[in-house]
């Protein structure tokens, strides 16, 4: 982490180190990217330390405008995600899992992709992590 998003570190969970390092590179102005470069930053991580990755993730952010989410893993078990319209055509939301047995109707979301929900609908792209950003010295 850079010095200063570090120095925001309050806690020690992996929940909060994912979401510093999706600031760290550049959450704010990119959700899919920052959220890609973080997911490859932690692949590294583990591959530098001699491990396997084995990352599955499903995570949601929001900054009071677009509602974003991720599902992904590094192998074949991508926890799940959901979304359904409201009945009352209010809205949409996005769960880990349905929660009426009633036959809503739930459509999954793919894995390996990113969710972006606003006023104006729900668009899904597919989801990879990339390289992280890399700071050169001159």
Known sequence: LSDDVF???EGTTDSELFFLLMIDEGL???PQGAVSRATARVIEASRRAGFEP???LTAALSDGESL???RYATDAHAPTLYTSVFRNGGGRCLMSEPFDRDGGDWQPIPPSSFVTITRDGMTIRP???E???LALAV
Do not use: I, S
């Open 68 to 70: 974003h989410a991720v």
């Open 131 to 133: 390289p992280a950003r």
């Open 127 to 129: 989801f990879a992590p």
């Open 28 to 30: 704010a102005g990119d």
């Open 54 to 56: 084995a990352l599955r």
């Open 7 to 9: 120095d925001r570190r």
